[in-house]
Nanobody
Framework: QVQLVESGGGLVQPGGSLRLSCAASGNIGSRNVMSWYRQAPGKQRELVAAVISGGVTNYADSVKGRFTISRDNAKNTIYLQMNSLKPEDTAIYYC?????????WGQGTQVTVSS
């Protein structure tokens, strides 16, 4: 069974930065895709960024140039460095890992961007 634990959310002022972490436990193998999603109140969950086990990354247009996803394969952990945060980035951020045809989700961490 794969479990994901996110951390690093909080309250930040516009223009500020936060770094989210997601640690995976269990067998996620050597070929997987780890990603961050977010869901704002009243909106659908959307992909923010993803990184495959080989290191290729993909970003939503709304965060390109501001967010950076990275992974530490030795620790089964991914990170999301979020810079130049905007109020519209406010959401619950979820970590997801795809492995052997299944998706596993974390419990989410709240990010609030407000002055």
């Amino acid at each position: 069974q794969v479990q994901l634990v996110e951390s690093g959310g909080g309250l930040v002022q516009p223009g500020g930065s936060l770094r989210l972490s997601c640690a995976a436990s269990g067998n996620i193998g050597s070929r997987n895709v780890m990603s961050w999603y977010r869901q704002a109140p009243g909106k659908q969950r959307e992909l923010v960024a993803a990184v495959i086990s080989g290191g290729v990354t993909n970003y939503a247009d709304s965060v390109k140039g501001r967010f950076t996803i990275s992974r530490d394969n030795a620790k089964n952990t991914i990170y999301l460095q979020m810079n130049s945060l905007k109020p519209e980035d406010t959401a619950i951020y979820y970590c997801k890992v795809w492995v052997t045809g299944r998706d596993y989700w974390g419990q989410g961490t709240q990010v609030t961007v407000s002055s």
